[in-house]
């Protein structure tokens, strides 16, 4: 069935250095992409999202690119904050002609950034 | 306000004794689904609708049961809960037909059971 692979955490950063959160995911069809995140004692907002291959998913510094041929949609920021420390966590949904489709997750990495 | 409302949000219970999580949304979404997340697992899939009574089975299905008898309910029915079914739940929905609309989830419900 579909799954999503993402890197292990937690991930610790410095601030302002680069981050980057890998994510490949196993589907058939074309799959729409999604990043989430967790703030502490907190809910699950949408970070990003992309429907199709090519497209870049982008918000609040945050980047990521639907990569059909390697099936990857890693997370990038140039210049991390403490505010970012946060879960983070690669999505797909097994969406067909334009429907949504059921959501997976992958198991989610925590992100802590030192000042 | 759109919103997908879970309640209660905090729940302590006994084992054994039968509880529902109930889910709602007020956005007429045809997909709706519930979540369980333990540290170092992740968001696990429990049960999911694809509309009006379909419903089907996630990752995790053991001890849950739900129901979509109606477009907006979906409850989380625990017939006899067990201390491993301590953790945070989150509900999740979306509609079919507006895709790029993305998935709206519920504040969760963290469930102990002694």
């Known amino acids: 069935g579909n799954s999503v692979t993402q890197m292990e955490g937690p991930v610790t950063l410095s601030e302002e250095a680069f981050l980057t959160i890998n994510c490949t995911y196993t589907?058939?069809?074309?799959?729409?992409l999604f990043w989430y995140v967790q703030y502490p004692g907190e809910g699950l907002q949408l970070l990003l999202k992309a429907t199709k291959a090519d497209d870049k998913g982008s918000n609040k510094g945050f980047e990521a690119t639907y990569r059909k041929e390697t099936t990857s949609f890693h997370l990038e920021k140039g210049s991390v904050q403490v505010s970012d420390s946060a879960v983070y966590f690669c999505?797909?949904?097994?969406?067909?002609?334009?429907?949504?489709?059921?959501?997976?997750f992958g198991k989610g990495t925590k992100l802590s950034v030192k000042p | 306000e759109a919103q997908v409302t879970q309640n209660p949000r905090y729940l302590i219970t006994v084992t054994g004794k039968k509880l529902t999580v109930t889910c709602s949304q007020n956005?007429?979404?045809?997909?709706m689904s519930w979540y369980r997340q333990d540290p170092g697992l992740g968001l696990r899939q429990i049960y999911y609708?694809?509309?009006?009574?379909?419903?089907d089975k996630g990752d995790v299905p053991e001890g849950y049961k739900v129901s979509r008898k109606e477009k907006r309910n979906f409850p989380l029915i625990l017939e006899s809960p067990s201390p491993n079914q301590t953790s945070l739940y989150f509900c999740a929905s979306s509609s079919n037909r507006r895709p790029n609309y993305g998935y709206t989830f519920g504040s969760g419900t963290r469930l102990t059971v002694v």
């Open positions: 589907a058939t069809g074309y799959p729409s």
């Open positions: 999505a797909l949904s097994e969406g067909y002609g334009g429907s949504q489709g059921n959501l997976i």
């Open positions: 956005m007429n979404h045809e997909y």
């Open positions: 609708s694809m509309n009006v009574e379909v419903t």
